[in-house]
Structure formats: structure tokens, C-alpha cells
């Protein structure tokens, strides 16, 4: 069974422009979770979407947001880039009831740098 | 105060011993909790998730939850230099569904 998949893995960007990332879940995972993981933040959850409704978002500016497809694709997108913004990026996806369970999985991320 | 709390170590211990990895979170409506590895330059991965209080074993990893004083643990028994990694706690908050907080993670490290 394919993992989570997350495109692109690795991009540099510059201040000021945007950026959108996507992600593949586990075949017949309905729930797609963002994450920004940074050296001094850590782990913090951007959103999550379940059956193309996002039921659940972090403390993240406007800037940052994200849509899911019919197909559990998911895509979140950064506008007007900070410097701040330089992250790893996951994407999770989740066998999730209507309730959620917390277990994730995770793909392997997109590394995102602002210059 | 940080809603989830780890000592971020490392935690160094010889190969062969218990490692003990510690978690408190701050509130007290969460409801489920979860353990996650995360090896350098890779992805977490869910190695235990715990929901009522207690003991919780699968094979050298031991979970525990304590509501009451607010604290979930690890347990590594018979620890082998591929356990070397950052344990991430995650909690749910009272809302649900899938929105984990993080703890900043445990450093441990298994030496031979």
C-alpha cells in the first residue's frame, strides 16, 4: 500500500512570492492534516480537511491555507512568503471516523525555503 | 505555559536498559495521546497511542496515562541502538478529531 505522498520535497522561494504544496494520502483515507515543523517551534498544526471540509484550523495567519479534493488530495498554499515560512512541511493522513482517532501518518515532507 | 511538555534531553542510555521517556500536558479535557518517533531527516511515525488510564504494552514499548496528574510515559524496555531518535508526545485537545498538539520531543540516544 502507497504512503502518504507529498510533492514537492524540496523548493526555494524568495519574500513576498507563494507557494503551493501538495499531498497524496493513504488509499482510502478520508482525513488530510498539515503540519509546519520548525527547530523552534516544533511540531504545530496548520489544518485539517475531512470529505472536502476543513473541520479544524491551527493559529496560522491568512496566508496560510488549504482545500481538499473529492479525491482526499490535498493542497495548502503559503501567500506573500516570510522568511518565517521556511519549514518542513507534512502532510498527514488519518483512517479517520467522523470523530478523528489521532493516529497519523505522516508523508515525507516538503522543505520549504524563503530567501 | 506550553500545553505539551517534554524534557528535550538527550537522553543517553546503554544498549540493554529501560529508557524512560516523560510527557506532561496542561489540559485536562484531552482525550486521547500518542507516541511518535521520529528519526533524524525523516518523518514521525505513531509507534503507541493510549486512551484510558493505565498500562499499555505492545512488544518492548510500554505506554502510560495518568489523567489525574496529567502525565503520559514511555517505556523502552531492552533498548537497542536503532531506538536513537526524537519521541514526540501528541495530545487531542477536547474539539477532536485529528488536531494533535506536539510536544517539543525527547532526544534519546542508545549507545553499544
Known amino acids: 500500500k502507497a504512503g502518504v505522498t507529498q510533492t514537492p520535497r524540496y523548493l526555494i522561494k524568495t519574500r513576498g512570492q507563494q507557494v503551493t504544496l501538495s499531498c497524496s494520502p493513504i488509499?482510502?483515507?478520508?482525513?488530510v492534516s498539515w503540519y509546519q515543523q520548525t527547530p523552534g517551534q516544533g511540531l504545530q498544526f496548520l489544518f485539517e480537511?475531512?470529505?472536502?471540509?476543513?473541520?479544524n484550523k491551527g493559529n496560522f495567519p491568512g496566508r496560510f491555507s488549504g482545500r481538499q479534493f473529492s479525491n482526499s488530495r490535498s493542497e495548502m498554499n503559503v501567500s506573500t512568503l516570510e522568511l518565517g515560512d521556511s519549514a518542513l512541511y507534512l502532510c498527514?493522513?488519518?483512517?479517520?471516523?467522523?470523530?478523528?482517532?489521532?493516529?497519523?501518518?505522516f508523508g515525507e515532507g516538503s522543505r520549504l525555503t524563503v530567501l | 505555559q506550553k500545553e505539551v511538555e517534554q524534557n528535550s534531553g538527550p537522553l543517553s542510555v546503554p544498549e540493554g536498559a529501560i529508557a524512560s521517556l516523560n510527557c506532561t500536558y496542561s489540559?485536562?479535557?484531552?482525550?486521547?495521546f500518542f507516541w511518535y518517533r521520529q528519526y533524524s531527516g525523516k518523518s514521525p511515525e505513531l509507534i503507541m497511542s493510549?486512551?484510558?488510564?493505565g498500562d499499555k504494552e505492545d512488544g518492548r514499548f510500554t505506554a502510560q496515562l495518568n489523567k489525574a496528574s496529567q502525565y503520559v510515559s514511555l517505556l523502552i524496555r531492552d533498548s537497542q541502538p536503532s531506538d536513537s531518535a526524537t519521541y514526540l508526545c501528541?495530545?487531542?485537545?477536547?474539539?477532536?478529531?485529528?488536531?494533535?498538539?506536539f510536544g517539543a520531543g525527547t532526544r534519546l540516544a542508545v549507545h553499544p
Open positions: 498527514a493522513s488519518s483512517l479517520s471516523r467522523s470523530s478523528g482517532s489521532g493516529e497519523l501518518f
Open positions: 488509499s482510502g483515507h478520508r482525513s
Open positions: 480537511y475531512f470529505s472536502e471540509t476543513q473541520r
Open positions: 489540559d485536562r479535557g484531552s482525550q486521547s
Open positions: 493510549i486512551y484510558s488510564n
Open positions: 501528541a495530545v487531542t485537545l477536547p474539539e477532536g478529531y485529528n488536531k494533535l498538539i
